[in-house]
Every structure is written in structure tokens, then in C-alpha cells.
T-cell receptor
């Protein structure tokens, strides 16, 4: 059974204070690891897909990296508008296309 | 980009009644859509995979007779919560992808409250 564990559950940062969110996973045959952003009362918004260890992707102040056991979402010089819940999900090699999600990290950026 | 529209965004119903939630892919065709349920401070839990023109595939523990899924066209899937009870109150989210290698795109969810 695929499993995803995210840490920390919640993180409060000052504006401009860089940090990293962790996503540890166990999966049979990783087909993809996904990062999403979710705002309160909204559906998840796609950020990145990573497919293999060593891969990195960047978008504005966010950078996602992947190893064989975990992924990190690095946030550089965050702004208050980066406040959201960040979700990590994996797609395993079992044939089904549904994703297994972690519980998310609730990020608050204080001005 | 791929847009998934979900309706309604909020619904309140009385215990025992049924509620239908619609999920539409606006600018692409989706042979497969997914229905998730999310509790506060919990993961999104996959409920079922909706397949166009065939029966949905339900995850273990999800009652197929309670959560009826219909995927009658390449752009529309519906989830009907039948004989709703307060414990069915939750945030339901649908998702779809337009090509084999594209990521899942999510609707904005439906907040169901059963009184």
C-alpha cells in the first residue's frame, strides 16, 4: 500500500524566511510524485510533477526535489501570499491513476 | 490550461435526502475522473475512479450504493450521495486529467452539510 507522510504538519515563517517542507513516501514503482497547493475551501492547485530521483523543478519561489525516499519543497524568501496548505501525492505502479495524498503542511507566512 | 469545474460549491441537505454533485472538464475530454473526500486536517481520500461509459471503480470501504457515480460523457461525471446522513458531511473534490502524462487537475470542491 502506498503511503505518504508530510512534515511538519504546520509551519509559521516570517516573510522572507526560507524553509523546506518534507514528503516521505513508500510506493511500489513510483510513476510520479506531485506537489499541490490548496487554499481554504478550494481544490488543490497543481505545482510540480517529479518522476525520478535527482530531478528538480522550480516555479517562482518554490523548488521541488526528489530522492528515492522523499521529496522536499523548498520555499525561498516567501511572501504572505504563499500561505496555504501544501500537499504531496504519489502515483504508484499498480496501474490505477488515482493519487495517494499526504495530510499536507499548513504554511503561514507572516508579514 | 486544463480546467475542472465542480458544482455546487456548497450544499446543505436534510438527512435522508439525496444530493448530486457535478464535475465537468471544461476544455478537454476526460475518459477518467476521480472523486475524493477530504476531512478537516486529513488527507484527500480517493473514493472512486469514474470511467466514461462503464462502471466506476470504488476504493475499499466506500459504499457503491451510497455514492453513485455516473460518467455519461467525456466531459461530465456526477456523484450522487444517496440517503445522506450527517456523517456524510464532508468536502468532496473531483479531478481529471486530459492526457496520459498530464497531472490531475482538481475542481474547487463541494462542501456538503447534512443536517
Amino acid at each position: 500500500e502506498d503511503q505518504v507522510t508530510q512534515s511538519p504538519e504546520a509551519l509559521r515563517l516570517q516573510e522572507g524566511e526560507s524553509s523546506s517542507l518534507n514528503c516521505s513516501y513508500t510506493v511500489s514503482g513510483l510513476r510520479g510524485l506531485f506537489w499541490y497547493r490548496q487554499d481554504p475551501g478550494k481544490g488543490p492547485e497543481f505545482l510540480f510533477t517529479l518522476y525520478s530521483a535527482g530531478e528538480e523543478k522550480e516555479k517562482e519561489r518554490l523548488k521541488a526535489t526528489l530522492t528515492k525516499k522523499e521529496s522536499f519543497l523548498h520555499i525561498t524568501a516567501p511572501k504572505p501570499e504563499d500561505s496555504a496548505t501544501y500537499l504531496c501525492a504519489v502515483q504508484g505502479g499498480g496501474g490505477a491513476d488515482g493519487l495517494t495524498f499526504g495530510k499536507g503542511t499548513h504554511l503561514i507566512i507572516q508579514p | 490550461g486544463a480546467v475542472v469545474s465542480q458544482h455546487p460549491s456548497r450544499v446543505i441537505c436534510k438527512s435522508g435526502t439525496s444530493v448530486k454533485i457535478e464535475c465537468r472538464s471544461l476544455d478537454f475530454q476526460a475518459t477518467t475522473m476521480f472523486w475524493y473526500r477530504q476531512f478537516p486536517k486529513k488527507s484527500l481520500m480517493l473514493m472512486a475512479t469514474s470511467n466514461e461509459g462503464s462502471k466506476a471503480t470504488y476504493e475499499q470501504g466506500v459504499e457503491k450504493d451510497k455514492f453513485l457515480i455516473n460518467h455519461a460523457s467525456l466531459t461530465l461525471s456526477t456523484l450522487t450521495v444517496t440517503s445522506a446522513h450527517p456523517e456524510d458531511s464532508s468536502f468532496y473534490i473531483c479531478s481529471a486529467k486530459d492526457t496520459g502524462n498530464s497531472p490531475l487537475h482538481f475542481g474547487n470542491g463541494t462542501r456538503l452539510t447534512v443536517t
